[in-house]
């Protein structure tokens, strides 16, 4: 039975670290909510009882519903060989994708420091203050951490000779970053060779370039977590 993938039909978010280890690793998935709608997806969230998912995403397998992105994709890599079999070798990647989960809020937060219920306009001046530190300091203590990540091993990946979910997460972050902070990102982008070669190969991945040429990628837009406001970018 394909799984059955529970996130928000108009956006990447965090739905997109998900949905690029499935495409990679060519696992037979449906996208719930954008073959329904979000009306849909909150019928069957509050329909949920017991040992409920918080917020999407989450997986239903047929046999139990996993949430949060880095727990998904611990089962994934450990059902679908998408990590290693050493147990170090798979606390290394959770632990890269919590650390990854950490940018990604921050990255957030960026443009919604003071309420996530309230709208960019109004906390405009708040942000302007949170984009110019994690420009200037964040985004090179994630991307320093990262490209040490992409150094650690012999091999062409994060954890040696073979891809795995870390990898096609990794790929997620530069893409994000570079959406929504172009010019810091170009900026800054050759300080991260290891990092920036992996993101290049992991596009090169057939399961993820078709998925990147065709319809199921959603374009990065202002309502997901990575957003482009010129006013917050700068080199």
């Given at each position: 039975m394909a799984y059955k993938l529970w996130y928000w039909p108009g956006i990447q978010g965090r739905g997109e670290f998900v949905r690029l280890a499935l495409e990679a690793g060519g696992i037979e998935y449906r996208d719930m909510a954008r073959?329904?709608?979000?009306?849909?997806?909150?019928?069957?969230?509050?329909?949920?009882?017991?040992?409920?998912?918080?917020?999407?995403?989450?997986?239903?397998?047929?046999?139990?519903?996993?949430?949060?992105?880095?727990?998904?994709?611990?089962?994934?890599?450990?059902?679908?060989?998408?990590?290693?079999?050493?147990?170090?070798?798979?606390?290394?990647?959770?632990?890269?994708?919590?650390?990854?989960?950490?940018?990604?809020a921050e990255a957030h937060d960026v443009h919604h420091p003071v309420a996530t219920g309230a709208y960019y306009h109004e906390q405009k001046a708040e942000a302007a203050c949170?984009?110019?530190?994690?420009?200037?300091?964040?985004?090179?203590?994630?991307?320093?951490?990262?490209?040490?990540?992409?150094?650690?091993?012999?091999?062409?990946?994060?954890?040696?000779?073979?891809?795995?979910?870390?990898?096609?997460?990794?790929?997620?972050?530069v893409e994000g970053?570079?959406?929504?902070?172009?010019?810091?990102?170009?900026?800054?982008e050759g300080d991260y060779p290891a990092l920036i070669a992996l993101h290049d190969r992991v596009a090169q991945l057939p399961g993820v370039a078709a998925y990147l040429a065709s319809d199921r990628r959603i374009p990065f837009n202002e309502d997901g977590i990575f957003r482009h406001y010129p006013e917050l970018d700068g080199e």
């Open positions: 073959e329904q709608s979000d009306e849909a997806l909150l019928a069957d969230l509050n329909a949920r009882a017991g040992r409920t998912p918080f917020a999407p995403p989450y997986l239903d397998t047929g046999e139990t519903v996993i949430a949060q992105v880095a727990n998904i994709l611990l089962y994934l890599g450990e059902r679908h060989h998408l990590a290693p079999g050493a147990l170090a070798d798979r606390l290394w990647l959770n632990q890269l994708q919590l650390t990854i989960a950490d940018l990604v949170a984009a110019e530190g994690f420009r200037a300091e964040r985004m090179p203590k994630f991307l320093g951490h990262f490209e040490d990540a992409a150094n650690a091993n012999d091999g062409d990946w994060v954890a040696g000779t073979r891809w795995t979910y870390a990898d096609t997460s990794l790929f997620q972050v970053l570079r959406y929504a902070f172009p010019r810091r990102m170009a900026a800054i």
